[in-house]
């Protein structure tokens, strides 16, 4: 099975393809986190990308297209996929589709902007093994502290008040259109993602025959 999720920055692409990930053993082709890696190791496409994150821009397509095309080459992809903050453009889903790759759905988050600034200032990640928590919405059980790995969390460098409006921008100018063009293929079913995170995440395992 191959699944795209899109929505806007925080709204829950990353949470709720974790648990899509569990419960139908598909591994997640995030790209924000593989170019978050790419800058933590200093490797020349994270050198590439980090000013355009930190100004909370889309990195060129030329550099996320050859990126994706190299992860989805590898053998574990074989049985499908979950995409995570890919496509962001129309020329990243023509280019998807030129590769000849049909997702089976394509699940669009909606949130709306005002919820977004609370969600993303209250995120907390691990840098370690890339767990993500809120601290109202699901926070760990020792505050500050991975449940996963026991590694200290920490803010997102983009989850500044000012970054994420930019973000909230360029999603409405560059990624919204997407939708449009996977509607017209008659793939797109839209969730409410204002509910808690168990609420939205039984909604998606229900619709993808994998209820919990
Ligand atoms: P990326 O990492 O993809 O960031 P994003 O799309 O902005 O999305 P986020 O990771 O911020 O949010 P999310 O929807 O995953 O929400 P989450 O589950 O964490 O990209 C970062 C940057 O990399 C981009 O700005 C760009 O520069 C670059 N980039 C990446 N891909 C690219 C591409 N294809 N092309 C070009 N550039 C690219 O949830 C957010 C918070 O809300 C969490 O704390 C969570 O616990 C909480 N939460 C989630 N659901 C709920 C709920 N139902 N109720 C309450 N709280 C909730």
């Known amino acids: 099975m191959k699944l795209i999720f899109i929505g806007p920055p925080g709204a829950g692409k990353g949470t709720h393809a ?14 924000g986190n593989i170019l978050r890696e790419s800058v933590k190791n200093g490797t020349e ?14 990195v060129p397509d030329e550099l996320i297209l050859s990126m994706v095309k190299e992860r989805l080459s590898a053998p574990d992809c074989a049985g499908g996929y979950i995409l995570d903050g890919f496509p962001r453009t129309l020329p990243q889903a023509e280019a998807l ?3 000849g790759i049909t997702p089976d759905h394509v699940l669009s988050l909606e949130v709306d902007d005002s919820a977004i600034i609370s969600r993303l200032t209250g995120r907390r990640v691990c840098d ?35 970054t994420v409006k ?47």
């Open 166 to 212: 930019e973000r909230l921008r360029v999603y409405h100018e560059q990624t919204e259109p997407i939708k449009a063009y996977f509607e017209q293929m008659g793939l797109v079913r839209g969730f409410d993602s204002t509910g808690s995170v168990a609420a939205v995440t039984r909604a998606l395992l229900q619709y993808l025959g994998a209820s919990q």
């Open 18 to 31: 974790a648990a899509i990930s569990e419960a139908l053993g598909l591994p997640i082709i995030g790209t």
């Open 97 to 99: 589709t030129a590769m």
């Open 45 to 58: 496409l994270g050198q590439k990308a980090k000013s355009f994150m930190d100004a909370g821009q889309l």
């Open 128 to 162: 370690n093994c890339g767990a993500t928590y809120h601290v109202v919405g699901m926070p760990p059980k020792t505050e500050g502290i991975c449940d996963v790995c026991g590694n200290a969390l920490s803010v997102r460098a983009d989850d500044r008040e000012e």
